[in-house]
């Protein structure tokens, strides 16, 4: 599993997608097809949720009050299912 940011997504937000390892290679697979594989950012790979999750408390008092995350895409790239793409 690999949490990426997801410019394109609506609201644009956090997202979940795999990674299929083929002939020596990495390749992301998107479901949703939600926004365009090219423009996603990788922020954790893990075995699932719980080794990417952006935050984690251990049992302590804490509350998130404030995120923000900026990012700016003059023109997302047209997505072809049918191209393999990798992640950075």
């Known amino acids: 599993m690999t949490s990426v ?3 394109g997504l609506t609201p644009m937000d956090f997202h979940a997608v795999a990674e299929a390892y083929v002939d020596g290679t990495w390749w ?3 479901a949703t097809r939600l926004a365009p594989r090219q423009s996603m950012v ?4 893990g075995r699932d949720a719980a080794d990417t999750a952006f935050l984690t408390n251990h ?3 804490l509350i998130l009050t404030d995120m923000e995350v900026l990012a700016i895409v003059d023109e997302l790239p ?3 299912a049918a191209v393999l793409v990798q992640l950075d």
């Open 59 to 61: 049992w302590a008092d």
């Open 78 to 80: 047209a997505d072809d």
């Open 42 to 45: 990788r922020i954790a790979t």
């Open 5 to 7: 940011y997801a410019p």
């Open 28 to 30: 992301m697979v998107d």
